[in-house]
């Protein structure tokens, strides 16, 4: 058997563009490339094409005609993306190899370093046509979830936007609605899923399970083939799909947005801020114009408390 890869390009077609959101810093992006895959047939067999204005399509069944290879694509996934915009969202931001994600594929661009404004969600705006959220993780309190938190760990116990519950898939997921772009996919451990999917804080959102979780610092890992093949085949179902038709996570505005914070320490340093309400001796509340400012206010006001014990 032999396999190939290739990159049609294809013109006249409008071009996607795809917004991947990074937390963690090992994941294969090979679920963006078309692949192909053939079989029972020389190398020596000469294969004549003679073509003018066809697409891609027609080019490779001449070719599977003449010779008896099968090949496996997928004109939607490949032809249709334009841009593939990475941002590098695990701490500082600063993970990801910039040179390594270009040899991987052409289109991409990546986001890195801090700060920066809408911190994971930097540079997305209404020109994208979907949203993928890879290595994400359930929000604070939640049992048999790996690693659980919300933004900044040590600081926030808990964050609610008009007052429900929030995480980062859900809180990112109501920025991207902001700009009309839906939430695709999630990546993320089985806490997160039980949020999402159980809990149906986004009960719609195609989900790939990384890992079970056994406690917060355990966690059970599924062989890495599995893995793969649950994240292409769930990637290239999303890219398949309507998109227009996906779910957006609309909050109301003008938004309320609440913290509880590990200490009254630093709920008494960013009670300071203007406008900033003090609700009880960890908890507070600000009321913001959008989520571009919630999400701007969400770095800076933990990175404040941060500063306190």
């Known amino acids: 058997m032999k396999t190939f890869e290739f990159r049609p390009h294809v013109h006249g077609r409008p071009k996607s563009k795809i917004i991947l959101i990074m937390k963690i810093c090992t994941f294969i992006l090979l679920v963006f490339n078309l692949g192909l895959s053939a079989s029972g047939y020389s190398q020596q067999k000469k294969v004549t094409l003679d073509f003018k204005n ?59 370093g801090s700060p920066r404004r809408q911190y994971m969600m930097s540079c997305l705006d209404e020109t994208y046509d979907v949203v993928f ?5 359930a929000g604070p309190g939640e049992d048999f979830a790996n690693m659980d938190h919300s933004f900044y760990g040590r600081v926030v116990s808990s964050l609610k936007i ?22 695709g996919l999630i990546i993320g451990d089985s806490g997160l899923r039980k949020q999402l999917i159980e809990k149906e804080m986004m009960p719609w959102v ?9 406690s917060r610092y355990a966690a059970k890992f599924p062989p890495q083939k599995v893995l793969r093949e649950n ?41 300071q801020i203007p406008r900033m309400k003090r609700l009880s001796g960890t908890e507070v509340e600000i009321i913001c114009d959008d989520m571009h400012e919630l999400e701007c206010g969400i770095s800076a006001i933990t990175s404040l408390a941060g500063t306190s014990n």
Do not use: W
């Open 54 to 112: 066809a697409t891609s399509k027609e080019f490779f069944a001449e070719i599977q005609k003449q010779t008896g290879y099968c090949f496996i694509f997928n004109t939607n996934q490949g032809e249709q993306i334009g841009e593939i915009t990475i941002s590098d969202s695990h701490g500082s931001g600063t993970n990801l190899s910039y040179d390594e994600l270009c040899q991987m594929d052409e289109r991409i661009s990546l986001v890195s």
């Open 133 to 137: 959220l890879a290595g994400y993780h």
């Open 162 to 183: 008009n007052g429900t519950y929030m995480n980062e898939s859900t809180t990112n997921a109501a920025l991207a609605a902001s700009y009309k772009v839906p939430v």
């Open 206 to 214: 195609k989900f790939v399970t990384t890992k079970e979780a056994l």
């Open 231 to 271: 994240t292409i085949s769930a990637v290239k179902e999303v890219l398949d799909s309507d998109l227009s038709k996906i779910p957006l996570y609309e909050v109301t505005t003008p938004i309320k947005l609440g913290f509880e914070f590990k200490s009254t320490a630093m709920a008494d340093t960013v009670a």
